[in-house]
């Protein structure tokens, strides 16, 4: 059975930056397309950034120009790269992932993606 495995989560200062990392286990499950996902408490899950292999990405409103998505296809990992981090980013974070190629269009729709992590918690205070 396929899990994705979240790690990098913590506490950081307001301007401060974390690295999320996700990588499949369990499975020789191969990433195509990968999202990150965050919860706030008492608010839905949000979209933050997506992917297709390295040449296509998304973005939520609220992250651009802060978070970058990355990958490393030979390892078969996912990145989320978070700077300038504010208090309203704090939440747990979710890697979502599938074999499929999508299309930017659809990068944000969670029910695209197959496989989820069980999120790490981040969170962003002074």
């Known amino acids: 059975q396929v899990q994705l495995l979240e790690s990098g989560g913590g506490l950081v200062q307001p301007g401060g930056s974390l690295r999320l990392s996700c990588v499949p286990s369990?499975?020789?499950?191969?990433?195509?397309?990968a999202a990150w996902y965050r919860q706030a408490p008492g608010k839905q899950r949000e979209f933050v950034a997506g992917?297709?292999?390295?040449?296509?990405?998304k973005y939520g409103e609220s992250v651009k120009g802060r978070f970058t998505i990355s990958r490393d296809n030979a390892k078969n990992m996912v990145f989320l790269q978070m700077n300038s981090l504010k208090p309203e980013d704090t939440g747990v974070y979710y890697c979502?992932?599938?074999?499929?190629?999508?299309?930017?269009?659809?990068?944000?729709?969670?029910?695209?993606?197959?496989?989820w992590g069980q999120g790490t918690q981040v969170t962003v205070s002074s």
């Open positions: 369990g499975s020789s499950f191969s990433i195509n397309s």
């Open positions: 979502a992932g599938s074999g499929r190629g999508l299309i930017w269009s659809q990068l944000h729709y969670e029910y695209e993606y197959d496989y």
């Open positions: 992917s297709r292999g390295s040449s296509t990405t």
